[in-house]
């Protein structure tokens, strides 16, 4: 005899909206379809094709924005999924309170360090990076860059590793001399 997946607390497509709902209250950036998939299949319940339709649904009726491929709670699916919240077993909430606690950490550096490009009406392009921290802002810089392609690396290499641009430009402000009088 195989293993059987317990049955799960979630039992229809509206309990998969309400989940829906109550973890994009909670999470504290938008999030992709895959991310939002992962936080909402914890639940032997959770049926994926149900899922996605309920996912389409919150969109359609306006519960749930999706911009850039980003999924965001509305001030009206904030609203609604607080009433319904409680139709979530405990134990189930407190299941997704620590994976959002743990996607949140993540989400938190990743968006520590924001970059974009540009256009230059001078010709060429601009990158613009940003690293921020708990307490604000670290580092705006904005560079002038030939090629889309070029721009499109340093963007690559901010993100990969923005502390390390951060710790060079400290170097290099660091070791200029004082101007004497």
Request: a negative charge; aromatic letters at 8%; one cysteine or more.
């Amino acid at each position: 005899m195989g293993f059987v997946m317990p049955p799960g607390f979630i039992h229809d497509k509206m309990d998969i909206k309400i989940l829906v709902l109550y973890l994009l209250d909670r999470v504290e950036y938008p999030i992709d379809f895959s991310q939002l998939t992962d936080l909402s299949l914890c639940d032997g319940g959770v049926d994926y094709f149900e899922f996605v339709q309920a996912v389409s649904g919150l969109v359609e009726t306006g519960h749930v924005r999706l911009e850039n491929q980003q999924y965001a709670i509305t001030d009206k699916g904030r609203r609604d999924g607080r009433i319904t919240q409680d139709q979530l077993a405990f134990s189930l909430r407190r299941k997704c309170d620590g994976n959002l606690e743990r996607m949140n950490a993540r989400l938190r550096l990743e968006n520590q360090a924001r970059a974009e490009i540009l256009p230059r009406a001078e010709g060429g392009v601009a990158l613009r990076a940003n690293l921020e921290d708990s307490r604000g802002g670290l580092m705006a810089l904005e560079m002038y860059c030939p090629t889309q392609k070029q721009a499109e690396d340093m963007v690559a290499a901010f993100r990969r590793d923005p502390h390390r641009i951060y710790r060079a430009v400290l170097a290099a402000f660091s070791t200029q001399e004082e101007p004497h009088d």
